[in-house]
């Protein structure tokens, strides 16, 4: 049997991909490109923006062209919060809630099983298997999984499911359910397991990785240890992953896919940011520079606050990396309000922000929200706060110019090996003319000196 995947969405999703792959490999099936033709089409969907809905409806329809007579699987969000929508589509064949994806690969035998019988009916119906959000209530255990972006180098390992936050834009938290997070001792297992397989980063993620063991009665995984010395549990994780023993002459790296400030404070990401192999670069999202904005976006700090996250990890680094998300045309903005936008952004002076224009979402406080900015100025905000982060990230790659920095390296591609810092800022070294293979090993780590813009980061030369 060929199974292909398709991902749409976070890491998160990306992660549970994964997970789902392994499942069908271990019983016998052979994972193929998601563009080539399979037996099975497993779609992962995400359903943050209206688009994300709508490609994923066009992968769905493209898929079953390359095979008419091809199980369709749709899961993820867009299926959680939509299921009776999606099974609708006359080219699915099974729903599956962010509950279920454990499940996927033995309801995808059964369903084949069944197609195989002498009952079966063709017009049948697509099967849904979704668990309400109140059920939601365990952390969904789909063993370790080889989670890789970059090769062999970057792996990921999803600690955390679930948020409470309510974003009155975001339905999230109705996709993925209330807060539960996976126990440590597996974190730790799955992290040692990457690391024997060569991995050297490794990323934790979560849908909301800030609300990580903040659950009722969670503290009770923590050792007596971690208890008595006021660890938090994300603290505690760190701490176990820094004590990590590695071979003499090796080491790896920690990186947070991203910390919310809905739910950490400066108090907070200073005991965070202390930890050895954590890199020195967080995602913290912003998502607006308007205090009034933020207000209505139901997000629970102001923008000084958020400055002063800001200035204490720049107090512990001036070269930490600090990158985010923004939201333009959220309904109310103003022209103010969107100049204390590209005001935070110079303030912040990220690494990198990514734009996403505001569309309401059916089912969010924000749908029923007045005052609507039309299509043409949130277009014009976003091109002007492109611009702005575009000038911002040159002024911060600028300022790592002459210093050396720890890389990472992944690929090696027209004449170059890249890789990032541990501050997250690409990296380009030249290859010389009579270099051998071993100039530098990729998947290792090499210290180098930034010497200048170039393409989507800085080239850099080896300092031995």
């Known amino acids: 049997m060929r199974v292909a995947f398709h991902t749409l969405g976070c890491k998160v999703n990306h992660y549970e991909t994964e997970a789902i792959r392994e499942s069908f490999i271990s019983r016998g099936a052979v994972s193929v490109g998601e563009e080539e033709p399979a037996d099975v089409y497993i779609i992962n969907t995400c359903t943050v923006t209206n688009i994300a ?3 994923s409806r066009q992968y769905i329809r493209r898929v079953k062209r390359m095979n008419q007579d091809a199980l369709i699987v ?17 080219e699915v064949d099974l729903v599956v809630g962010n509950g279920q994806k454990a499940k996927i690969c033995d309801l995808v035998f059964e369903k084949l099983e069944e197609r195989s019988g002498s009952n079966h009916r063709p017009d049948n119906a697509a099967d849904i298997y979704v668990i309400p959000r109140n059920e939601l209530t365990d952390y969904e255990d789909m063993g370790l999984v080889a989670s890789s972006e970059s090769g062999m180098t970057r792996a990921y390992i999803k600690i955390q499911e679930g948020c409470d936050r309510f974003c009155s834009y975001c339905l999230i938290p109705f996709a993925r359910g209330p807060v539960r997070s996976r126990a440590p001792e597996e974190i730790i297992e799955e992290a040692k397991m990457l690391l024997d397989s060569g991995y ?21 995984e923590l050792t007596e240890e971690e208890q008595a010395n006021g660890l938090s549990p994300m603290e505690a994780i760190l701490a176990r992953l820094d004590a990590i023993e590695m071979p003499e002459g090796d080491d790896f790296r920690i990186r947070l896919s991203s910390l919310e ?50 200035k204490a990890i720049r107090e512990f680094d001036p070269l930490y990396g600090i990158t985010t998300d923004i939201i333009v045309g959220f309904s109310g903005e103003t022209e103010e309000d969107f100049e204390d936008t590209l005001d935070i952004v110079r303030r912040a002076e990220f690494g990198k922000v990514h734009v996403f224009r505001y569309s309401p979402r059916k089912g969010t406080v924000g749908e029923k929200l007045p005052d609507l900015v039309p299509g043409e100025i949130k277009n014009d905000r976003s091109d002007r706060l492109e611009e702005e982060a575009a000038a911002t990230a040159r002024k911060f790659m600028t300022g790592n110019f002459g210093t050396v920095h720890t890389v990472l390296t992944e690929e090696n591609r027209d004449g170059f090996i890249t890789g990032y810092t541990g501050n997250y800022i690409k990296v380009y070294i030249e290859l010389p003319e009579d270099h051998d293979e071993n100039y530098t090993r990729l998947g290792s780590f090499c210290r180098v000196q930034l010497t200048q813009i170039f393409r989507d980061g800085c080239k850099a030369v080896i300092v031995e």
């Open 53 to 55: 809905d709508r490609k």
């Open 74 to 90: 749709v899961t993820g969000c867009y299926a959680q919060v939509e299921p009776e929508e999606v099974a609708s589509l006359p």
């Open 200 to 220: 050297r980063e490794i990323v934790l993620t979560g849908i909301n990785t800030a609300l990580y063991g903040t659950e009722e009665g969670f503290s009770h």
């Open 261 to 310: 400030p809905t739910v950490v404070d400066k108090d907070h990401v200073e005991k965070i940011i202390r930890y050895r192999r954590l890199c020195h670069h967080l995602h913290l999202s912003v998502q607006n520079g308007s205090d009034k904005i933020l207000r209505s976006m139901n997000r629970h700090y102001t923008r000084d606050e958020y400055l002063d996250i800001v």
